[in-house]
């Protein structure tokens, strides 16, 4: 079982910055493949960055060159840090954990990031 918790959403005016956080009670965390989703009303949740075992990284296009992904596996934890925010990114952003041994999905609860033009 993996439990997610994120932190560090808030409101922020666009060109700012912000780092989101999520912490994992996993002792498995060295196999997961993690990610981060965000889901603006009226939308689809859809990826924003994934970041594997091995520290691979992937971006949406939305994203690329702003956003940020990282992962510190001695405490079991990832970050998302977000440069260059625009209003089209406020949503609520949600910590993903992937198992690829056991095809098990683990989500968080999600943390609202608003960003004001």
């Known amino acids: 079982q993996v439990e997610l918790v994120e932190s560090g959403g808030g409101l ?3 060109g700012g910055s912000l780092r989101l956080s999520c912490a994992a009670s996993t002792n498995i965390f060295g196999f997961l493949h993690m990610g981060w ?7 689809e949740r859809a ?9 691979s990284t992937w971006f949406a296009d939305s994203v690329q060159g702003r956003f940020t992904i990282s992962r510190d596996n001695s405490k079991s934890m990832i970050y998302l840090q977000m440069n260059s925010l625009i209003p089209e ?5 949600y910590c993903n954990a992937q198992d690829m041994r056991s095809s098990s999905d683990y989500w968080g609860q999600g943390t609202q990031v608003t960003v004001s033009s």
Do not use: E, H, L, N
Not at 89 to 93: F, Q, W
């Open 12 to 14: 922020v005016k666009s």
């Open 37 to 43: 989703y965000r889901q603006a009303p009226g939308k």
């Open 47 to 55: 990826m924003v960055a994934r970041i594997t075992p091995g520290s």
């Open 89 to 93: 990114d406020t949503a609520i952003y």
